[in-house]
Each structure stands twice: as C-alpha cells, then as structure tokens.
C-alpha cells in the first residue's frame, strides 16, 4: 500500500487512527502491530507470511542470546558468549540468506551461466519483497545490539515486531535502531499537539512527493525515452538533474511523511536527509543522504572492520568493502556496483588529497558536489551498460551518431519544465524547511498545507502519481 494511494488517505490511515487513538494506552502496540501487518499485507498478501516468519525467527534467536540456564554451570560467562555468538551466525545466515534468494540469486546465476555458457544455476524469477532490504537490516541491527549488550532487556514479542514492522517505516525505512523507540514502545503519549505537528509534516511529504518527484520524472522519462546516444550535451544535463531532483524529492518526501506518521502515533522517528545537495565534498553529501543506511554500514561494517585507525591501506579496503556492499545493496545490477564503486574513488581521494580543501572552499566545493552528483544519479539510473555508456557520452558532448534531441527540445523542456525546475532548485536549499519551522503555527501556513494536501490527493486520482523510487531497491 503507497501513501500517496486514495485506499492509504482514505481508507487505512482514517479507520486505523480512530480504532488506535480509541483503545486503552496499554493496547496500542497490539493495534499497531495488527494495522502495520494489514497495511503490509494488502499489497503483498503471501510476503506478509515471510515478514512474520522473519520476525519470529529472529526474535526467538535474539531470545537464545538472553537464555541463561537455571542450573548451576561451570564457565558460565563463556558459554553465554559463545551461545550469543551462535545465536547472531545464525540469524546472520537466515536474514542475509533469505536477503540472497530474493534479490540476489538470478544475478548470480545469470551471470554465472554467462560466464561458463551453461545453465549450471537456475533462474528462480521470485518477485522481491516490498521493503526486504530495508527491514532485513533492521532485524540485523538489533542482533548486533544485543550481542554487544547494547540492548539492556530483551523485547517483548509486540514491542520487537512493532519495531519491525511498523508500518511509517516498514517499506522504505528510515532504518531504526531499537534504543531509539524502546522507551516510547513501553510507553507513550499521543497529545492534540503531536497529531496536528504530524499532518502537517505529512501534508508537506506528500506534496513533495507527488507534486514535485513525480511531475519532474517525467521529464526525465521523456528524455530517457528519447534514447541516450541521441541526446545533445544541454539535454543529457537536464536529465540528469531531473533524475537527481526525482530520486530526493521522492525518498525526501516518503521519509517526511514517515516523521509526520511517527508523531501520529507517539513515536520520533529521525530524520534521513539534511539538505545534501548544499554539501561541498561527496563525503559530506553522503553523511547527509540517507543518513540511517550510511550510520548502519559505518557502525555495523566499517568501524567493526577496523575504521580508518590501522593505517592508509586498511582505511581504504574497508571503504572498499562498504561502498561496493552500499552500492550491492540498492539492487542487484552491475550499475548499482559501479555507482558504489565511483563513491569509493571519490570518497577516497577526497580523505587523502582535496576533500577538506575543498569543504573549507565554500563555492568551489558546492559547484563540484553539483557537478558530480548527478553523474553518479545516472549511474544508479541506468542499467544496461551500452545505454549507460552512451547517455555518460552525451552529457561530454560524445554522441554515436546523429544528434536526435537537440537545442530545439532543450529550449521546448526548458519552457515545459522551467517554473518546476526553479521550485526544485529552492526546495534543495534549506530556505523551505526553516520557513516551514518557523511559520509551521502560523494561519497561513496551515491553509497552505491544507492546499498542498488536497492538490495532492486530485494528482492521485486523475492517475499522475508513479510508485516511490526506493521501492525496487
């Protein structure tokens, strides 16, 4: 189910809130549990048996590592070690092998039959689970929590699937670690204030989302339909600022209208972007891009890896490792490798040569992180590599052979799409979010979201809205 779906604003969220703001304190998590596994259900009425599968494995494993035996032992503080240890292989095995059959394994296989021109692997053609990776991490995040004792009492069979499976988060995250909402799981108060601090958030995500992501890709399909290899230099550029605009306004707005549900319900769930478009180093758009799955990767593989505190060498084969896993993680394509593979470059040559200069440089670091940015955004984009390698031609003026959307369509889409484009352009400076703060209270302000919200919902029904880009990956 999308949330910016008439059977999501409509149906779900408005039964759903009544029954949840209805029934004593004490029954909210069960409610909330019930509703996020509706909620997951009708759009994925068999994954849902996976999901609850997944979280009951996992939650009986996390058990295991609390067990402590009754009886008297000898070695007592080894052998709960090494059964914490066994217990967090294990989920390991199960979390990331199910993550391999679903989204991995015909990658693997056709290119393993590729290579030896044998059909040595079977093409399982299984469709992915909404939201695997995303929550496959985070059952993963509270193994590794409770095998290093950060975790201080062990969940509660609700309260660990709620965690799970909330549904703000469930599908395209913000990726949660469980200290995070333990304390409001237990409990939690749901003030007037906090249910209209949370419709505005979400009011102002949805119209994000389908008022500027969705009507800027199609300028982007438009010229992807065009055919890259026939694409003037100033029109591949605009495609690929179009992709970069699409990609944050759609998981930007997903991701605020998460918070906003979050509020609704009792919980703060965090924020997953901080205006990354105004970094001046690629490293410090990556800190402010998708800052829950690039905290896990740094707190989870980095830092157990060894960091950057055992010399030159180790710190770059660890970025190595996280970035081509960063990169494997967003899908299982050769595109996905290469664009992880490009941040590593950058990132590393950023550590050791340029990159405080160039943080320190003001306008000179801004024009670079936007110039890169949206080469790396069509790497990600494309994945068939001859499409991708002629598009990447384009935008250096390298063309295959005639040159089929020239000055003539740039001029036509800049006046199609040029009010957009300056909105998009103010939207990923920090201006509208301090003003939305600071007027946020204010009558005006109100009536406006409340304008945004409706504009919203017409967009839906007339049919211009596309599914959130994060839901492939």
Same mark, same amino acid.
């Given at each position: 189910?999308?949330?910016?779906?008439?059977?999501?604003?409509?149906?779900?969220?408005?039964?759903?809130?009544?029954?949840?703001?209805?029934?004593?304190?004490?029954?909210?998590?069960?409610?909330?549990?019930?509703?996020?596994?509706?909620?997951?259900?009708?759009?994925?009425?068999?994954?849902?048996?996976?999901?609850?599968?997944?979280?009951?494995?996992?939650?009986?494993?996390?058990? @295991?590592?609390?067990?402590?035996?009754?009886?008297?032992?000898?070695?007592?503080?080894?052998?709960?070690?090494?059964?914490?240890?066994?217990?967090?292989?294990?989920?390991?095995?199960?979390?990331?092998?199910?993550?391999?059959?679903?989204?991995?394994?015909?990658?693997?296989?056709?290119?393993?039959?590729?290579?030896?021109?044998?059909?040595?692997?079977?093409? #399982?053609?299984?469709?992915?689970?909404?939201?695997?990776?995303? @929550?496959?991490?985070?059952?993963?995040?509270?193994?590794?929590?409770?095998?290093?004792?950060?975790?201080?009492?062990?969940?509660?069979?609700?309260?660990?699937?709620?965690?799970?499976?909330?549904? %703000?988060?469930?599908?395209?995250?913000?990726?949660?670690?469980?200290?995070?909402?333990?304390?409001?799981?237990?409990?939690?108060?749901?003030?007037?204030?906090?249910?209209?601090?949370?419709?505005?958030?979400?009011?102002?995500?949805?119209?994000?989302?389908?008022?500027?992501?969705?009507?800027?890709?199609?300028?982007?399909?438009?010229?992807?339909?065009?055919? %890259?290899?026939?694409?003037?230099?100033?029109?591949?550029?605009?495609?690929?600022?179009?992709?970069?605009?699409?990609?944050?306004?759609?998981?930007?707005?997903?991701?605020?209208?998460?918070?906003?549900?979050?509020?609704?319900?009792?919980?703060?769930?965090?924020?997953?972007?901080?205006?990354?478009?105004?970094?001046?180093?690629?490293?410090?758009?990556?800190?402010?891009?998708?800052?829950?799955?690039?905290?896990?990767?740094?707190?989870?593989?980095?830092?157990?890896?060894?960091?950057?505190?055992?010399?030159?060498?180790?710190?770059?084969?660890?970025?190595?490792?996280?970035?081509?896993?960063?990169?494997?993680?967003?899908?299982?394509?050769?595109?996905?490798?290469?664009?992880? #593979?490009?941040?590593?470059?950058?990132?590393?040559?950023?550590?050791?040569?340029?990159?405080?200069?160039?943080?320190?440089?003001?306008?000179?670091?801004?024009?670079?992180? #936007?110039?890169?940015? %949206?080469?790396?955004?069509?790497?990600?984009?494309?994945?068939?590599?001859?499409?991708?390698?002629? @598009?990447?031609?384009?935008?250096?003026?390298?063309?295959?052979?005639?040159?089929?959307?020239?000055?003539?369509?740039?001029?036509?889409?800049?006046?199609?799409?040029?009010?957009?484009?300056?909105?998009?352009?103010?939207?990923?400076?920090?201006?509208?979010?301090?003003?939305?703060?600071?007027?946020?209270?204010?009558?005006?302000?109100?009536?406006?979201?409340?304008?945004?919200?409706?504009?919203?919902?017409?967009?839906?029904?007339?049919?211009?809205?596309? %599914?959130?880009?994060?839901?492939?990956?």
């Amino acid at each position: 189910m999308l949330f910016s779906s008439v059977g999501f604003l409509f149906r779900f969220l408005p039964i759903f809130m009544i029954v949840y703001l209805a029934v004593p304190a004490k029954y909210r998590n069960f409610v909330l549990l019930v509703g996020s596994l509706v909620f997951y259900g009708v759009g994925e009425p068999y994954f849902v048996l996976l999901l609850i599968g997944s979280v009951l494995i996992n939650y009986g494993l996390s058990r @295991y590592m609390f067990w402590e035996p009754k009886s008297p032992q000898k070695n007592r503080k080894l052998k709960a070690k090494k059964r914490r240890r066994r217990a967090l292989i294990l989920a390991c095995v199960f979390d990331l092998g199910t993550l391999f059959v679903f989204k991995y394994w015909d990658f693997v296989a056709g290119n393993v039959n590729g290579i030896t021109g044998n059909q040595l692997l079977p093409i #399982l053609s299984l469709a992915l689970p909404l939201g695997i990776s995303f @929550y496959t991490f985070q059952m993963l995040s509270y193994q590794f929590d409770c095998y290093r004792g950060k975790v201080s009492r062990q969940a509660g069979l609700v309260a660990y699937s709620n965690y799970i499976c909330m549904f %703000p988060q469930l599908i395209v995250g913000p990726i949660l670690r469980y200290g995070e909402v333990e304390d409001r799981m237990a409990e939690r108060r749901i003030r007037v204030r906090d249910l209209e601090n949370g419709l505005k958030l979400f009011a102002a995500g949805l119209g994000i989302k389908v008022l500027m992501a969705d009507r800027i890709s199609t300028l982007w399909n438009t010229i992807m339909t065009a055919g %890259p290899g026939n694409l003037h230099v100033s029109v591949a550029w605009m495609g690929a600022l179009a992709y970069s605009f699409q990609i944050y306004f759609d998981f930007w707005g997903y991701s605020v209208m998460a918070m906003g549900l979050g509020k609704m319900l009792g919980f703060r769930i965090p924020r997953n972007f901080d205006d990354p478009y105004t970094s001046r180093s690629i490293a410090e758009f990556w800190r402010r891009w998708h800052i829950t799955l690039g905290s896990w990767f740094r707190d989870y593989i980095y830092i157990p890896l060894g960091g950057n505190r055992k010399g030159d060498m180790r710190t770059i084969c660890n970025l190595f490792i996280v970035w081509v896993l960063t990169g494997f993680w967003h899908g299982a394509d050769w595109n996905f490798v290469l664009w992880g #593979l490009g941040f590593f470059l950058l990132i590393s040559l950023e550590k050791k040569t340029y990159g405080k200069w160039m943080e320190r440089s003001g306008v000179l670091g801004h024009i670079y992180t #936007l110039l890169i940015i %949206p080469v790396t955004w069509v790497i990600f984009a494309i994945s068939d590599m001859s499409q991708l390698a002629a @598009y990447l031609g384009n935008m250096v003026g390298i063309y295959a052979g005639r040159v089929m959307v020239g000055t003539e369509q740039f001029i036509r889409y800049l006046k199609d799409y040029g009010i957009l484009l300056i909105v998009c352009v103010i939207f990923i400076t920090p201006f509208p979010k301090k003003w939305y703060h600071r007027f946020k209270d204010r009558w005006f302000m109100v009536l406006f979201l409340f304008a945004i919200f409706w504009w919203s919902v017409y967009e839906i029904v007339v049919g211009s809205n596309n %599914p959130f880009l994060y839901f492939r990956f």
